[in-house]
């Protein structure tokens, strides 16, 4: 007999334990149906979990959002790793790390400069809309995000840090200057800095650089001091970001994810939201409106 343990119930509390589960699947080998069979019950089982995600929200001193890639998905930006992700279609290592640039910067600039029309023609949703009211309302709030899409400040977050760079920065490869680029498309591919005249590459993070030391510091200063993280739209798959939700707990802070997938993470979380942030964080800023 196959016995396959279904152990995604929302809610699912650390507290209560990691070895119970809400259901089991049975599989005989000679019988061609599944048996569910009720378990246990978790003291979150049958109870609405947007309003634990309230109550939460609410009850938090110091909230820390970690965000990624999923978090943008319902305003139609590409996720990296998911079914349609851009990793599916692109290599990374022709595209997005230091070598790849070296050898084909205009390749490089063509591809983000694609990734920068369907940026700007697409909005912020619903899941970015509610964090940035929970900052206006919060008197401790912060996002840390791996997006270089901008889409946190567009929908009106300022406590934000970009982990990974802005796709609208661009970087003098000679000087380090930064300068902000908002063109679409951007004309003479790959520019050169209107300064000194050498190349430009996109001010993100690629594969194999190392994150800005002051951004990296104060992603970790704050997930240290939290005490509730949301882990939201992100594989955490991609280091150093992955390690921070991981900081969090460490210092005792309550870990809840939102992903319509578990993740390498998930086994760690306190509170798992199985589905689309663009729906569950609207459902939870609707409990915490009715809690007052
Ligand atoms: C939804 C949803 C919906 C879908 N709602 N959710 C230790 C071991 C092995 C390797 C390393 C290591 N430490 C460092 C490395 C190397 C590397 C790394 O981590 N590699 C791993 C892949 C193994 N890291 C680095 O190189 C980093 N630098 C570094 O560590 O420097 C020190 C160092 C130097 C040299 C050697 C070793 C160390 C830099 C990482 C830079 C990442 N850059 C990119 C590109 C940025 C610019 C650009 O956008 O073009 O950043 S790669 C890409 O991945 C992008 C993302 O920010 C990042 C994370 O992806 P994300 O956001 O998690 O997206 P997905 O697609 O993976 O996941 C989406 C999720 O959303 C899924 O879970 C879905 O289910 C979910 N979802 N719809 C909610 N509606």
Redesign the pocket.
Known sequence: MNLLIYNEYPGKSRKAGKDVFDFCIFRTNTLSYFLLVRLSRRPNAGRRTDNKGGVLVQNARHIVVLT????S??SGIP????KD?LWRQYR?EQL?TPAAFDRDPRLVWEWYDWRRGIIGAKQPNPGHNVLAGWEKRRASFSIIT???DGFHQKAGSENVIEL??NIWKVRCTEEGTVFDNNEIPIGNLPPHCPDCGALLRPH????????EMGVLSDAFRLSGECDLMFV??????????ASLPLAAREAGSVLVE????T?PLSPAVDFSFRG???EILPRIETALKVSG
């Not at 990624?68 to 978090?71: A, L, R, T």
């Not at 996720?79 to 998911?82: D, L, N, V």
């Not at 939201?232 to 970001?241: E, K, R």
Request: aromatic share 6%; proline share 5%.
């Open positions: 990624g890639s999923g978090i998905a319902e996720t990296f790793r998911g992700g990374a997005a791996q997006n270089i990974h760079g993100v993070v690629w594969f194999g650089e190392s994150l939201i739209g992100t594989s955490a798959l991609v280091q150093p970001a939102i992903n319509p997938d993740t689309a942030s663009g």
